[in-house]
Every structure is written in structure tokens, then in C-alpha cells.
């Protein structure tokens, strides 16, 4: 019986050796970072893009049921239709508000004051570095309109603003 110990020890000593050479044993645990994680099944990754005149609004993303969104970058610009119903527009302060169905997430002034800035192009780049979720279900909107303006008849129709935005898809 003793020769029977001493053999079952030593065998499986030599099964523990050879698994360790090999890396058979699993990794360490490693949780996931704080927050949203990634698990999609397909690329994540989204990205969307376009325009709205002062006054409207677009829908940028929609988080299909039982998954999040997590928008990790905005880009903003500010445009006019044609040259010369720019060029007509004394000065403008618009507005672009981001919101979900909770609310107003983010605000950004786009600034122009007039004419003679007409080759400047505002662009407002924001990178989210903890992202900005939307829900489950919910949807992440643009709304664009002029705040201060000195010929508002002008400005209005013809006023832009354009938009990127860039996220992924995330568990909730």
C-alpha cells in the first residue's frame, strides 16, 4: 500500500510538471474595466454623420433593445448653404444641444461674426474619453438653433451645422 502512495504521488507529480511546461494551466482573472464592456458579436464600432439647419434636429444613434451605446467622439462644424446668404449674416451664436430621453447631456456655442470670417471654419472636436452612454432602447439626438443673431431673417434658413459622431456598441 506505502508503494502505492509513494507511485500515485510521483505520477502525478509528473502530470503536474508537464502541464505547467506546456501552459496548460488557464490564465490569470482579469476583470473588466469599469463601465460598459464590449459585446457585440459583430464590429462594435459606429459612425455617423450629416447636417442640420438651425431650427431641426437629428436623431444621431439608436441602442437597439439590450444594448448600450457609448459615444466616444463628436466632431461639430459650422457652415452656411451658399456664399451669399453667409455673407448676408451679420453675426450668429448657434446652440447644438445634445440630449437623450433623460435630458440635455451636452451643449456647444458655434460661434460667427460675419463676412469677413467666411474662410474660417469652426470645428469643435470633442473626444470622450469615459464616453457618453445611451440607454438600451433610447436615442442620442443633435438639435441645432441660432441664439443670438443680428439678422435672424438671414441667418436662420440657410444656417448648418455639421456632425460626426463615432461610438460602439456595449452591454449594459
Do not use: H
Not at 460598459?36 to 438651425?54: E, R
Not at 432602447?137 to 431673417?153: E, H, M, P, Y
Amino acid at each position: 500500500m506505502k508503494g502505492w502512495t509513494t507511485a500515485a504521488v510521483v505520477f502525478l507529480a509528473l502530470v503536474l510538471g508537464v502541464l505547467v511546461g506546456q501552459g496548460r494551466f488557464p490564465a490569470p482573472a482579469a476583470a473588466y474595466p469599469a463601465g460598459s464592456a464590449v459585446s457585440y458579436g459583430a464590429n462594435p464600432v459606429l459612425a455617423q454623420g450629416g447636417s442640420v439647419t438651425a431650427g431641426s434636429s437629428a436623431v444621431l444613434f439608436t441602442a437597439p433593445a439590450g444594448q448600450d451605446i457609448v459615444v466616444t467622439d463628436l466632431v461639430l462644424t459650422r457652415g452656411y448653404t451658399t456664399y451669399s446668404d453667409y455673407a448676408s449674416c451679420a453675426s450668429a451664436i448657434v446652440t447644438v444641444t445634445v440630449s437623450t430621453s433623460a435630458g440635455t447631456v451636452g451643449t456647444v456655442l458655434l460661434g460667427y461674426a460675419g463676412p469677413t470670417t467666411f474662410a474660417d471654419a469652426e470645428v469643435v472636436t470633442m473626444s470622450l474619453s469615459s464616453g457618453l452612454p445611451v440607454a438600451a432602447g433610447d436615442r442620442l439626438t443633435l438639435a441645432s438653433t441660432v441664439t443670438a443673431s443680428a439678422s435672424t431673417t438671414y441667418c436662420d434658413p440657410n444656417l448648418t451645422v455639421g456632425y460626426t459622431a463615432t461610438g460602439y456598441y456595449a452591454e449594459p
